[in-house]
Structures are given as structure tokens and as C-alpha cells.
């Protein structure tokens, strides 16, 4: 059974920072991708970030140069840096982890369909 615990969320300020990280049961490299997705009152889910197990990674645009998504395959974790925080970041942000290998084409690496295990989520609040 697939786990997946996000941790490092909490209360900023704007241009503040944050790093959140994701304990997943098993090491990172048997999931072809990960990824890190966010979801606002009354919004869709998106993805914020994802990475490949080859360590290519792809942004949203919202986010790029912002946020920086790492992973630590000897310990199981994924962690996403997130940098000069803005009010409109303010979510509960998700850790994903794709069974399948479409989450390997950039058009697909940011969509929430492509992942198949999900977090609980952990809450960023920033404030201006």
C-alpha cells in the first residue's frame, strides 16, 4: 500500500518561505514521476510541480523561479522549496505519486490525472 505523508506546511507572510517535504513508502525512484499539486477553496486542483525519476522537473508557470522541487531517493522523500511566497499561494498543497509512465510527458506531468497516489495534504497560508 502506497503512503505518502506531507509535512512543512504553515502560516507566512508574503515574500516569506517555506519548505515543504513527503515521506513515501518505498523509495522515490520506483514511482515514475512525483509531483507536488495545490487546491484553494472553491478552485480545481493543479499541479505546482513534478519530477521525473531522471530528475527532469517542470513547473507552472505561477510558480517558476519560485518554487524548486527536489527529491531524495535513499531516503524516500520528496521536498518542495518554496520561495518569496505571494497571498494567491495560499492552499492545501498535495504530494502525488504517478503508477504510470504519462506523467513523463511534460503536456501530462502537471496534470492530476496522470497520478495515481495522494497525500492527506498539508496547509500554506500566506499573508499579505
Known amino acids: 500500500q502506497v503512503q505518502l505523508v506531507e509535512s512543512g506546511g504553515g502560516s507566512v507572510q508574503s515574500g516569506g518561505s517555506l519548505r515543504l517535504s513527503c515521506a513515501a513508502s518505498?523509495?522515490?525512484?520506483?514511482?515514475?514521476?512525483m509531483g507536488w499539486f495545490r487546491q484553494a477553496p472553491g478552485k480545481e486542483r493543479e499541479g505546482v510541480a513534478s519530477i521525473r525519476t531522471d530528475s527532469v522537473t517542470n513547473y507552472a508557470d505561477s510558480v517558476k523561479g519560485r518554487f524548486t522541487i527536489s527529491q531524495d531517493n535513499a531516503k524516500g522523500t520528496l521536498s518542495l522549496q518554496m520561495n518569496n511566497l505571494k497571498p494567491e499561494d495560499t492552499a492545501m498543497y498535495y504530494c502525488?505519486?504517478?503508477?504510470?509512465?504519462?506523467?513523463?510527458?511534460?503536456?501530462?506531468?502537471?496534470?492530476?490525472?496522470?497520478?495515481?497516489?495522494w497525500g492527506q495534504g498539508t496547509q500554506v497560508t500566506v499573508s499579505s
Open positions: 502525488a505519486a504517478a503508477s504510470g509512465v504519462l506523467c513523463r510527458d511534460s503536456s501530462w506531468s502537471l496534470a492530476p490525472v496522470s497520478y495515481a497516489y
Open positions: 518505498g523509495y522515490t525512484y520506483s514511482y515514475p514521476c
